[in-house]
């Protein structure tokens, strides 16, 4: 009996230890979390793929801010949006072309949004990609790609490059510059950027002159120094992650592969690349030790962390500081390859 009750003291010191391990956000990430808590999500992990992608978003939150502080909720406005579809792997895939205003030629961004590859769409991810064209002056390609259950691993890859295949064709028909390209995205999408930049070399494409990668899946471990620290962490956290795995992935062996565990890839000759992550974030360590590993292949990179905010704090610069800082920072890392 008292081996069982000291063993459960060491697990629940254990669990309290690892609690006081992850960080507080600041206030105005604080904000937007407590209204995502507001909203009444449910777990995503409890959730089937149909139901997660009704729940309530970081970005329906960030709204809500924003109307509580009786600021205005309308998107940010860009010279031109175009919903229309265009070439994916297995048939037409969805796309948002955002354009400053003016003639061009511009600097063209295909982006990629985040979601796990099973949850969200360009819908939901659309602050960053008209922030972006505001800042870095360029047309922002903005795709939806298949997501699993239903469609599993490669097929977001797969569709990936092939949106990237048809940027590089049909970029002057945008009123952009076929060569002054880049791949960006988030979370899943920043994944995808990279794993893109890789296809095009291996491929013999033309290669993008920057990788934008926010806060990206770079890896398939979820038994990293950031995953242990923000096990538990909102609106991202380790049993999420498992799911989406569970949810993509064919099997376990899918996480080595290297379009997944790109830590491990090989990813010399690949374009200047930015990365951004966020230290309340159990992908905080993907993206640092991707870093590193461009590094040490010769990539010319750099890398931000932002302490005090989470996982989704990109595209936040209305009601979040240091997401507007972040935004900058990507917007003239790009604007630097294009030659702006």
């Not at 494409?205 to 979820?222: D, E, F, R």
């Amino acid at each position: 009996m008292w081996k069982s009750l000291t063993f459960a003291l060491v697990m629940v010191a254990a669990a309290a230890a690892a609690a006081q391990t992850q960080a507080k956000p600041d206030a105005d990430m604080k904000a937007v979390l407590d209204q995502l808590a507001a909203l009444g999500g449910k777990p995503t992990e409890s959730l089937t793929a149909a139901e997660a992608r009704q729940q309530p978003t970081p970005a329906d939150a960030a709204k809500a801010v924003l109307d509580k502080q009786g600021k205005s909720t309308a998107p940010q406005a860009v010279g031109r949006v175009q919903d229309r579809t265009i070439a994916g792997a297995a048939g037409p895939i969805p796309a948002r072309v955002y354009s400053p205003a003016g003639t061009g030629p511009f600097p063209v961004l295909l982006y990629f949004h985040g979601g796990g590859w099973v949850i969200a769409n360009l819908k939901v991810y659309d602050a960053s990609p008209r922030t972006l064209v505001a800042l870095a002056n360029c047309i922002v390609v903005s795709v939806d790609y298949r997501q699993g259950p239903e469609h599993k691993f490669p097929a977001a890859h797969d569709d990936a490059n092939a949106a990237y295949a048809w940027v590089v064709k049909n970029a002057a028909s945008l009123h952009g510059d076929p060569k002054k390209i880049a791949v960006g995205g988030e979370s899943a999408g920043g994944g995808l950027a990279v794993a893109v930049a890789i296809a095009a070399r291996d491929q013999g494409l033309p290669a993008p002159v920057h990788v934008m990668s926010v806060y990206p899946i770079a890896g398939g471990s979820t038994d990293t120094a950031s995953y242990r620290e923000n096990a538990t962490a909102k609106p991202l956290n380790k049993a999420m992650m498992d799911w989406f795995f569970d949810k993509y992935l064919r099997s376990a062996a899918d996480r080595k592969d290297p379009r997944i565990d790109l830590v491990n890839a090989n990813l010399k000759g690949l374009p200047p690349t930015t990365i951004v992550t966020a230290q309340i974030d159990p992908l905080r360590s993907d993206g640092q030790t991707l870093a590193e590993r461009l590094k040490t292949a010769g990539v010319e990179v750099e890398a931000r962390n932002y302490d005090g905010v989470t996982h989704e704090f990109f595209g936040m610069g209305a009601v979040v500081a240091k997401a507007k800082d972040a935004e900058q920072f990507v917007a003239d890392r790009l604007k630097s390859s294009f030659g702006n």
